[in-house]
């Protein structure tokens, strides 16, 4: 049977909502799906420690594995357990690299970058994101020689990640899981958008080309707390055709059976010129065609892929295709063939398969 080591440097949380948690357990799902027989080693440090010992040994006894997986952490691999202490700092790393020079390969997917942006530093004391950063540099410096592959959510982030070699990135984008809701099929031009409605999410020009278009209607769904601290920003700009809704997990699945259209119509950064929400991956698994704006990694995928449209960042730019598919319903049945005909290749186990394969 295939076998194959699963490498976190944290406790796996199984119920975990946000991309950090659900990510990890996807992965790990994944590879069972695909037919390997998983050696996990997760859990606190000291929980790590006994299990990276007895591994070590069954390889050094001839144990064979054809390769390991492991995803990093959102902070420093020395600090994660629950009170940021580095009780064991190189450990994680020279278990990779103690499997790596037993023959067996490794692949790690890299999660972030955004600690070497400004906006990291905000809030925080200048010791503490000194020393942070110090850390974040040892990781990928270490991993130069624990590592056959660095897996990031978007060949885009690669030009940021300093240290590890250009050459053995690959790209590893959020999978999604298939799911047929079915789609409305009348008139008018239904969307939908879930996700946050932060500063770092801001649909404000979305709801007003909404507004602005003649029959488009628009569901947000995001978490209750989150809207009561923008809902003053909104209300003006909402019309009868704008409504708001605070669901999650299977709840969610009426709402996508009666969208026509899913949205990632957020203003463009440099992150977000990399960035690989979990959230576009859902909207393909449902088989959605989705609206989002240049200048994002979102946008290039759905240029190579065809399953939207990637429009300029501008709210009558919105307005004016809203109004088009409302008029041509079929430019929305054509895109949604296309979105339906791409799921297989964009989930969680297509994830899994292309690891195996690029690790084998």
């Given at each position: 049977m295939?076998?194959?080591?699963?490498?976190?440097?944290?406790?796996?949380?199984p119920e975990g909502k946000s991309g950090?948690a659900?990510r990890p357990?996807?992965?790990?799902?994944?590879?069972?799906e695909?037919?390997y027989?998983?050696?996990?080693?997760s859990?606190?440090?000291?929980?790590?420690?006994g299990?990276i010992?007895?591994?070590k040994?069954?390889?050094?006894?001839?144990e064979?594995?054809d390769?390991?997986?492991?995803?990093?952490?959102?902070?420093p691999t020395?600090?994660t357990?629950?009170?940021h202490?580095?009780?064991h700092?190189?450990m994680d790393?020279?278990?990779?690299?103690?499997?790596?020079?037993?023959?067996?390969?490794?692949g790690l997917?890299?999660?972030?970058?955004?600690?070497r942006?400004p906006?990291?530093?905000?809030?925080?004391?200048?010791l503490?994101?000194t020393?942070?950063?110090?850390?974040y540099n040892?990781?990928?410096l270490?991993?130069?020689?624990?590592?056959?592959k660095?897996?990031l959510p978007?060949?885009g982030?690669?030009k940021f990640?300093?240290?590890f070699?250009a050459?053995?990135?690959?790209?590893?984008?959020?999978?999604?899981?298939i799911n047929?809701a079915?789609h409305?099929?009348?008139?008018s031009?239904?969307?939908?958008?879930?996700?946050?409605?932060?500063?770092?999410?801001?649909?404000?020009d979305?709801v007003?080309?909404?507004a602005?278009s003649k029959?488009?209607f628009l569901t947000?769904?995001?978490?209750?707390?989150e809207w009561?601290q923008v809902q003053a920003?909104?209300?003006p700009?909402?019309n009868?055709?704008?409504e708001?809704v605070?669901?999650?997990?299977s709840?969610?699945?009426?709402y996508?059976?009666t969208?026509d259209?899913?949205?990632l119509?957020?203003?463009?950064?440099?992150?977000?010129?990399f960035?690989a929400?979990i959230k576009?991956?859902?909207y393909?698994?449902f088989?959605?065609p989705?609206?989002?704006n240049?200048?994002?990694?979102?946008?290039e995928?759905?240029?190579a892929?065809g399953?939207g449209w990637?429009i300029?960042?501008?709210q009558e730019?919105l307005?004016?295709?809203?109004?088009?598919l409302?008029e041509?319903?079929?430019?929305?049945a054509h895109?949604?063939d296309?979105a339906?005909?791409?799921?297989?290749?964009?989930?969680?186990?297509a994830?899994?398969?292309?690891?195996?394969r690029q690790?084998t």
């Amino acid at each position: 049977m295939a076998r194959m080591i699963y490498h976190v440097p944290y406790p796996l949380n199984p119920e975990g909502k946000s991309g950090s948690a659900l990510r990890p357990m996807r992965m790990l799902e994944a590879f069972r799906e695909v037919g390997y027989e998983v050696e996990l080693v997760s859990g606190e440090s000291k929980q790590r420690r006994g299990l990276i010992k007895a591994l070590k040994a069954r390889i050094a006894h001839g144990e064979r594995f054809d390769f390991v997986y492991s995803e990093s952490h959102t902070m420093p691999t020395a600090l994660t357990d629950p009170d940021h202490l580095p009780r064991h700092p190189l450990m994680d790393v020279a278990f990779l690299r103690f499997c790596r020079r037993n023959g067996i390969k490794v692949g790690l997917f890299y999660r972030d970058i955004y600690w070497r942006f400004p906006d990291y530093k905000k809030g925080l004391n200048p010791l503490v994101h000194t020393g942070t950063r110090l850390l974040y540099n040892f990781d990928l410096l270490a991993y130069k020689f624990a590592v056959d592959k660095l897996y990031l959510p978007s060949m885009g982030m690669g030009k940021f990640v300093p240290h590890f070699p250009a050459k053995k990135h690959e790209a590893l984008p959020p999978g999604g899981e298939i799911n047929d809701a079915g789609h409305p099929g009348d008139n008018s031009v239904r969307l939908f958008y879930v996700g946050g409605l932060g500063s770092y999410y801001n649909l404000h020009d979305c709801v007003r080309a909404v507004a602005a278009s003649k029959n488009a209607f628009l569901t947000i769904c995001t978490r209750e707390d989150e809207w009561r601290q923008v809902q003053a920003g909104y209300e003006p700009l909402i019309n009868d055709r704008i409504e708001i809704v605070h669901k999650h997990g299977s709840d969610l699945v009426p709402y996508y059976a009666t969208s026509d259209i899913c949205m990632l119509f957020i203003e463009p950064s440099i992150y977000r010129s990399f960035a690989a929400p979990i959230k576009f991956a859902e909207y393909i698994g449902f088989g959605k065609p989705v609206i989002v704006n240049e200048g994002t990694n979102v946008a290039e995928f759905v240029k190579a892929n065809g399953n939207g449209w990637a429009i300029p960042f501008d709210q009558e730019a919105l307005t004016t295709l809203l109004d088009d598919l409302a008029e041509n319903p079929e430019k929305i049945a054509h895109v949604t063939d296309t979105a339906l005909r791409i799921r297989a290749d964009n989930t969680w186990a297509a994830r899994a398969r292309q690891v195996a394969r690029q690790l084998t």
